[in-house]
């Protein structure tokens, strides 16, 4: 290692004390403790209360990670940003995540379908656990203030912005640093002609998804408006409800049945009568083609609703950082967690690529100062 600044005391901001400042300011604080290394104060800004935007994460259960143990078929769930992730991945992924959580105390499980949670199933116990963490050590400041520009920032040597993706614009600009505009990403969807029982959970082939007033919400709601966030309204998706095959086998063995009626052996109910519109008849007397159309449903989306709206898509050009995240832009100015143009899918994606981004600027924050 080599020497030491010793004379100079290094003032580090980091601006936005949401998940990725948080595990960031943790992931220095910690290693400049492992090396004895004392000569710095390390402020975090934000306007509003620390750690309040993980509260809502996971239905208030806070979906941490999911538990996918490939890099490339983990990064494949991010519409955007997938490649800049396998390098971020390869130097902390989620199992390292998991590792730094449990050394504060925080144990989790995994769910059936990967995502992983608290053992507390609480986002409220997540925040509690590291703001407790990080009142360990003495070096570090909390000042509630809204950072308006760069202006605000000129007595620190080491500015990290993880400022998140609502209201970040003018902050990001004032650094000159090019960004994509932020637009909703994971949100409800509004459908044209609505006519569905609202209300209504469907598993359907392609994911889960819930009619609500006037659209559709849910997982699969939230994948649809993220692949298609830069389409123009109105456009069309279909959704596989269920194998046709399935429907096949059911009227092999029951001809005499209505087709509804076995149709909704493999829907609900309240669907099967919205889109079967002959469902009285024998099902031996529906052709194929009618059975497959009933397996999969059309829609026109019109709009995004304000409903569910959980990441924007947009944030800092990946192409104007280096592989830690560094601008190419400003010297010693580093961004990370949702304010880069990165956003991922519903499944913990999102908030890894919080602790994986802080965790990577963390370190070459550090390495900026020792060496
Ligand atoms: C309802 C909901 C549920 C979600 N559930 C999950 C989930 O279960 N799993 C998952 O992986 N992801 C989930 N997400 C997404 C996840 O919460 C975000 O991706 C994550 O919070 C981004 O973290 P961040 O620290 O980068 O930004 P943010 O969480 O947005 O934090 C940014 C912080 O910066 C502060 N700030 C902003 N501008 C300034 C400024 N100019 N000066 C000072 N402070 C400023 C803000 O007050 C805020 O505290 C969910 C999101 C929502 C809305």
Not at 82 to 99: A, G, T, V
Not at 183 to 201: E, H, Q
Not at 269 to 281: E, H, P, Q, T, Y
Request: hydrophobic residues 35%.
């Amino acid at each position: 290692m080599e020497q030491f600044c010793q004379d100079k005391t290094f003032k580090i901001a980091i601006v936005g004390g949401g998940p990725c400042g948080i595990y960031c300011a943790l992931n220095i604080l910690k290693k400049f403790s492992e090396i004895n290394f004392e000569n710095y104060h390390l402020v975090v800004f934000d306007k509003s209360q620390f750690l309040r935007t993980i509260l809502p994460t996971g239905g208030t259960r806070c979906n941490i990670t999911n538990s996918i143990n490939d890099i490339k078929e983990f990064a494949s769930n991010y519409p955007r940003g997938e490649k800049f992730l396998y390098s971020l991945f390869s130097r902390h992924f989620n199992s390292d995540s998991l590792e730094f959580f449990k050394s504060i105390g925080i144990e989790t499980y995994t769910q059936d379908d990967g995502r992983i949670f608290p053992i507390s199933n609480s986002a409220k116990d997540v925040k509690d656990k590291l703001l407790n963490a990080i009142k360990q050590f003495k070096n570090v400041k909390f000042i509630h203030k809204e950072i308006k520009s760069k202006d605000d920032l000129i007595d620190f040597d080491r500015i990290i912005i993880s400022a998140g993706s609502r209201g970040s614009e003018n902050l990001i600009k004032s650094f000159n640093q090019p960004y994509k505009p932020f637009k909703k990403a994971l949100c409800a969807l509004k459908i044209d002609n609505f006519n569905y029982p609202k209300g209504v959970s469907i598993k359907s082939l392609d994911g889960d998804f819930i009619f609500t007033d006037d659209g559709i919400s849910g997982p699969l709601a939230f994948k649809i408006s993220s692949i298609n966030v830069d389409r123009h309204f109105p456009y069309d998706v279909s959704i596989r409800l269920f194998n046709v095959d399935d429907l096949y086998i059911l009227v092999e063995k029951n001809p005499r049945k209505s087709i509804g009626n076995l149709v909704s052996k493999l829907i609900p109910k309240s669907l099967a009568n919205c889109i079967v519109d002959d469902f009285d008849r024998k099902s031996a007397e529906v052709s194929k083609e009618k059975m497959k159309s009933y397996s999969i449903l059309n829609l026109k989306i019109i709009s995004n609703s304000n409903f569910g709206e959980i990441v924007n898509s947009g944030g800092v050009d990946l192409k104007s950082i280096d592989k830690n995240c560094k601008s190419k832009i400003t010297d010693y100015l580093w961004f990370c967690g949702e304010i880069l143009d990165i956003d991922g899918f519903c499944g913990g994606f999102n908030l890894q690529n919080c602790w994986s981004s802080a965790y990577v600027v963390a370190n070459d924050v550090v390495y900026s100062i020792i060496n």
